[in-house]
């Protein structure tokens, strides 16, 4: 049965820090482009970060990036998600998912129609 389990959640101050992980069964990682999106209280979803599946490129949209590094272990099917300098926006929940396709160019954007296998979620709550 092919399925992401995102962790890592949790409540933490702005300014900390967080590492979400995606961990996959069922289907071998490294032949997929695995994403992170976050859905908002009241907003819609975000693409916020990607890596592919063949050089490890990555890709960050604009509200993370420089705070947030993307990373993954094929040997463990793992892909991380640490977070830094977290601030009250970024309070959403977090999923991943997987694509056949490649992440995007850095000009383009992040887009969730592309990618199946929907984690359930993972909270995070920026907040003192």
């Known amino acids: 049965q092919v399925q992401l389990v995102e962790s890592g959640g949790g409540l933490v101050q702005p300014g900390g820090s967080l590492r979400l992980s995606c961990a996959a069964s069922g289907f071998t990682l490294d032949a997929y482009a695995i994403g992170w999106f976050r859905q908002g209280p009241g907003k819609e979803r975000e693409g916020i970060s990607c890596?592919?599946?063949?050089?490890?490129?990555?890709y960050y949209a604009d509200s993370v990036k420089g705070r947030f590094t993307i990373s993954r272990d094929n040997a463990k099917n793992t892909v991380y998600l640490q977070m830094s300098s977290l601030k009250p926006e970024d309070t959403a929940v977090y999923y991943c998912a997987r694509t056949r396709t490649k992440c995007p160019s850095k000009s383009s954007s992040l887009n969730g129609i592309f990618f199946g296998s929907w984690g359930q979620g993972t909270q995070v709550t920026v907040s003192s």
């Open positions: 890596i592919s599946s063949s050089d490890g490129s990555t």
